[in-house]
């Protein structure tokens, strides 16, 4: 430990803590711009500058280490100046006019710094010299006449997600933020991912889908999860007035520490389906409006007549609450299985490893952040479970390696040491074969010419896995043709003859949930004269809808209008995502709790409403048993 | 002892400094109490008392000769020159042209707007005045108060009117401190 003292305060931190972060422990705070509590320090706007007794001039806090008896002052006249005259030169570097700036009125960091200095004014004025504006990206507009040269950016988007995309050119006043070797932003390698974004602290970096829609101080915020996919990022919902005006990462979340990926920040913004906002019931070939009594009238006198020919169809981007409720709505009605939309993809083909196992075996998202070699297979992480590719990124240039096994090319292939292109249908046989010349250290050759690879590149990354101490494997369910519980029985005895952590990304927010409370069934409809589908806001493929294509009765409960819905004979709306709360399991077990963050249409329910309203039509009692999932034996271990 | 004077002007602004200035309402009845307002651009009187005032308020940057002259004038006819909203402070909007040359923004108001007809021309008279580069008002004349803000928020300017109407200079912070 290490003591010093700031501002006549006694203060004890950790060896190597900075200056400035010995100071925010005291609860004394030092103007920054450039330092960003998830970011190195960088040093770089000297706005932090603070009197150390015995150094001559004044000295930045964020890179300086504390030392033991060191004597720190934040708050003297000289250091006032300093500010204000780092602040004058800044504003006057660009175009730094507050009333025509979007972050101006409490966003941005640079005016509340001024604000704090009781600038009234800057003394000096700008040189007028224009800069470019980059519109290029479909979500970010990179304003330059707005940069301050903070780079946080730079670091966000290396340290962080591990991209690189983001860097520097020319010295001085030239300096320009520039994405790959100088490619417009929406050309370049951008993942869209926004970090840049929340990270920049002027109106440099604006996200274009909520520029003007309402500052930090007219929003409210709704700290919730992100139901893109299984991982359920923490994420803050601000909202407006009732409507979405920007999503952000959460910091503090567990799971993702503070980085979201496009389908988070982005893609709900860009929500292009209209809203299903009354029930409709099909009269005379034409859906037609309808009460939500009608209606479900209408679904009691087909269900009676069916003899208990039905089938429930249920997304897995539903709360545990809501699968249950339906899952019992179901069993009442003689439903044998209720199936998931993912068509039991995800969680069954570990299921079958579960049973030899017999307690969780899956380890957590947590547990494999630091590994230092990570073999994927199965799937591309830098197209779903995104945020997953980020912490494998990250590491990558602290020399951790990754191993890619696929069938095609992937995103991943930039980032990949070794990337083995494998068939499908042969994946299974290779890891198997792979993992046995991993551990005898020979027939590299032999596994190579079967699997048409290259030798010695193989002998590499078979020797990258052997010498790996935290071998972190992580599995998908994304195969075009392949029996997929046979890949992932071999990932896992690949990951286990070599003492590995294994994760699986399964499929959607509640794949794990569905799973545990078995709604997760392969889709069967053909007898049914009558199905339940519970679309919810799910976006089906192609390939899922076609699925109910010829049902001769379908009951689509949706947020939106979708095929589905034109071809349905009872459409139900329910609310979307934002709108109701519940719980979910996601990838790694967690118990997650999403919150309301918007208020639907009157006219528009909670699944569990809907369905609760259903089951009083049909005489059914419902009572609430969800927390059995938790309980199930599961692939991994449930953190409650 | 007699009410302090207090004249305004406005030069390259909106006028939105000066229409904030009567959203301080019926609290203007007070202010009146305290000073004897004389020229501004909303009462008879045009140009500040030749003996001089108290406090001269000036709206807006300088963008050509003639706001160069009024400036210079209210600089000498006031004991204290107060620099009210974002284009007085710093240039404000009109400094926006600052990024282009002066030729390439006339042409654009004058000659390139889709309004304009193949007879457009950029104006030019002995009589007008010429247009300059557009300058924040300190950076022609001393300014000893400086309100920014687009526009001041009226409460702000009411603080600081009448802090100087009772001999205080204001001094502007927390929620006063505005850049907008």
């Known amino acids: 430990m290490v003591n010093l003292t700031i501002d006549e305060k006694q203060v004890e931190v950790k060896e190597g803590t900075t200056v400035l972060n010995a100071a925010r422990q005291a609860g004394i705070e030092i103007p920054t711009l450039c330092d960003h509590p998830e970011l190195t320090p960088y040093g770089g706007c000297r706005l932090c500058l603070v009197e150390i007794e015995g150094a001559k001039t004044l000295q930045p806090s964020c890179t300086m280490p504390a030392s033991n008896n060191m004597v720190v002052k934040t708050d003297t006249e000289k250091i006032r100046e300093a500010r ?12 730094h006019f507050c009333p025509y700036c979007q972050v101006s009125g409490g966003d941005c960091e640079l005016q509340n710094s001024a604000y704090a200095e009781g600038m009234t004014h800057w003394p000096i004025q700008p040189n007028w010299k224009p800069y470019p504006v980059d519109a290029s990206h479909p ?5 330059h006449n707005r940069c301050i040269l903070c780079r946080r950016c730079v670091r966000a988007c290396g340290e962080l997600v591990g991209n690189f995309t983001l860097g520097f050119e020319e010295r001085g006043a030239e300096s320009a933020l520039v994405a790959d070797l100088g490619l417009p932003l929406g050309d370049s390698s951008c993942i869209s991912c926004g970090t840049c974004v929340q990270v920049c602290p002027t109106g440099a970096l604006i996200d274009r889908w909520s520029a003007y829609l309402g500052k930090e101080i007219d929003v409210e915020t709704t700290n919730t999860i992100c139901l893109g996919c299984s991982i359920g990022c923490s994420i803050n919902v601000l909202t407006r007035d ?15 520490d503070g980085v979201i990926c496009d389908v988070g920040r982005f893609h709900p913004m860009n929500e292009d389906r209209d809203r299903v906002l009354t029930p409709m019931v099909r009269k005379g070939g034409a859906l037609k409006a309808a009460t939500w009594d009608d209606a479900l009238a209408v679904i009691n006198e087909k269900a009676k007549a069916s003899k208990g020919k039905i089938a429930g169809v249920v997304s897995t981007r539903l709360s545990l609450e809501a699968l249950d409720t339906f899952n019992q709505v179901c069993h009442e009605l003689g439903v044998t299985a209720v199936s998931s939309t993912e068509e039991g993809r995800s969680i069954s083909q570990a299921f079958s490893v579960l049973v030899k196992n017999s307690k969780p075996f899956e380890a957590k998202f947590n547990d494999i952040k630091d590994a230092d070699c990570y073999l994927t297979v199965g799937e591309d992480i830098t197209k779903d479970h995104q945020v997953v590719s980020f912490f494998v990124k990250r590491n990558l240039p602290g020399g951790a390696k990754l191993i890619q096994v696929s069938s095609a090319a992937t995103g991943l292939d930039n980032f990949a040491n070794f990337s083995l292109h494998v068939a499908d249908d042969k994946i299974a046989g290779f890891l198997k074969d792979f993992s046995d010349s991993v551990r005898s250290g020979a027939d590299y050759a032999k596994v190579a010419t079967k699997y048409s690879l290259d030798e010695k590149f193989l002998e590499e990354a078979g020797s990258a896995v052997k010498s790996a101490a935290k071998l972190a494997v992580i599995v998908g369910s994304r195969y075009e043709s392949a029996d997929s519980s046979s890949i992932e029985e071999a990932a896992a005895s690949f990951t286990f003859g070599l003492k590995g952590k294994l994760v699986s990304t399964k499929g959607n927010i509640n794949s794990l949930g569905a799973s545990q409370l078995k709604v997760n069934n392969p889709v069967s409809v053909s007898g049914a004269e009558i199905v339940l ?4 806001d799910e976006r089906l493929t192609q390939v899922q809808m076609k699925k109910f294509e010829k049902v001769p009765f379908l009951v689509v409960f949706s947020s939106y209008s979708t095929p589905l819905t034109a071809s349905a004979d009872v459409v139900l709306p329910v609310m979307n995502w934002m709108e109701q709360s519940g719980h979910f399991l996601n990838f790694d077990g967690h118990l997650l709790e999403a ?4 208020k639907a249409d009157e006219n528009v329910f909670s699944n569990v409403d809907a369905f609760g309203k259903l089951a009083e039509k049909l005489n059914i009692k419902i009572s609430s048993t969800w927390e059995s999932a938790l309980n199930a ?3 991994v271990e449930i953190s409650k | ?3 302090p004077k207090v004249a305004s002007d406005w030069l390259a602004g909106c006028a939105g400094c000066h229409m904030s200035f009567l959203d301080i309402d019926e609290r203007i009845v007070k202010l009146v109490e305290l000073v004897d307002l004389r020229a501004t651009p909303i009462t008879d009187l045009k140009e500040p008392d030749e003996e001089g005032v108290v406090v001269g308020i000036l709206e807006g940057g300088i963008n050509n000769t003639t706001n160069e002259r009024v400036a210079k004038q209210m600089r000498k006819r006031s004991k204290i020159l107060v620099a009210l909203g974002d284009c007085a402070v710093f240039g404000g909007v009109p400094a926006m042209r600052n990024f282009f040359t002066l030729e390439e923004t006339l042409r654009r108001a004058y000659v390139e707007t889709p309004s304009t007809d193949s007879s457009g021309k950029i104006p030019s008279s002995p009589e ?3 247009p300059t580069r557009v300058r924040a008002l300190s950076e022609v004349v001393q300014v000893d108060v400086f309100i920014p803000g687009c526009p001041p928020d009226a409460d702000i300017i009411f603080f600081a009117l009448s802090e100087l109407a009772q001999g205080r200079i204001p001094k502007l912070e927390n929620n006063n401190l505005m850049w907008n």
């Open chain 1, 84 to 95: 204000k005259f780092i602040l004058t030169m800044i504003f006057s570097e660009r175009n």
């Open chain 1, 139 to 143: 979500y970010i507009v990179l304003e």
């Open chain 1, 242 to 256: 009732n409507r979405l005006v920007r999503i952000e990462g959460d910091w503090d979340g567990e799971i993702n």
């Open chain 1, 533 to 536: 589908l519970v679309a919810g």
């Open chain 1, 595 to 598: 919150r309301a963050s918007l």
């Open chain 1, 633 to 635: 034996p599961s692939v």
């Open chain 2, 1 to 3: 002892m007699a009410k």
């Open chain 2, 128 to 130: 007008l005045a010429v």
